[in-house]
C-alpha cells in the first residue's frame, strides 16, 4: 500500500485549496479512503471520509461546510478540496485507509496503528 499526499503549501487565509492523494498497491474502488489532519502540537484529527463505491461522504462537523473530499477512480485518486481557508486549518494532512474489512467510515484516532498512512502535505495559512 502506497499513498502519496500533495498539494500543500503556504496560501492566504479565505483562499481555497485542493490536496491531493495519490494511491497504489490495492484496489481502490468499493473502500472508504480518508483525510486527516495533524496541527501543530496536537493530535490527529478525522476530518473527511468517502466511499470510493458510491461517492458517499462523511466529514467532521467542524469542517463539513468548507472541505470537500472526492475520488477518481480511473486515477486511483483522493482528494480533499478546502473553501475559505482559515488560520486553524494549518495542519499537516495525511490520507489514510483502513488495514482490515470492517471500515467504520471514519477514523478512529484513538487507533492510528490500524490504518496505513501517507507522509503527509503541509498546509499552512498565513493571514
Known amino acids: 500500500v502506497q499513498l502519496v499526499e500533495s498539494g500543500g503549501g503556504v496560501v492566504q487565509a479565505g483562499c481555497d485549496l485542493t490536496i491531493s492523494c495519490a494511491t497504489s498497491g490495492f484496489t481502490f474502488s468499493g473502500i472508504w479512503m480518508h483525510w486527516v489532519r495533524q496541527a501543530p502540537g496536537k493530535g490527529l484529527e478525522w476530518v473527511s471520509s468517502?466511499?470510493?463505491?458510491?461517492?458517499?461522504?462523511n466529514s467532521a462537523d467542524s469542517v463539513k461546510d468548507r472541505f470537500t473530499v472526492s475520488r477518481d477512480n480511473t486515477k486511483n485518486i483522493l482528494y480533499l478540496h478546502i473553501n475559505s481557508l482559515k488560520s486553524e486549518d494549518t495542519a499537516l494532512y495525511y490520507c489514510?485507509?483502513?488495514?482490515?474489512?470492517?471500515?467504520?467510515?471514519?477514523?478512529?484516532?484513538?487507533?492510528?496503528?490500524?490504518?496505513?498512512w501517507g507522509q503527509g502535505t503541509q498546509v499552512t495559512v498565513s493571514s
Open positions: 468517502v466511499y470510493t463505491g458510491n461517492g458517499s461522504t
Open positions: 489514510a485507509k483502513f488495514r482490515y474489512e470492517e471500515d467504520p467510515g471514519r477514523v478512529v484516532t484513538s487507533s492510528p496503528e490500524s490504518y496505513y
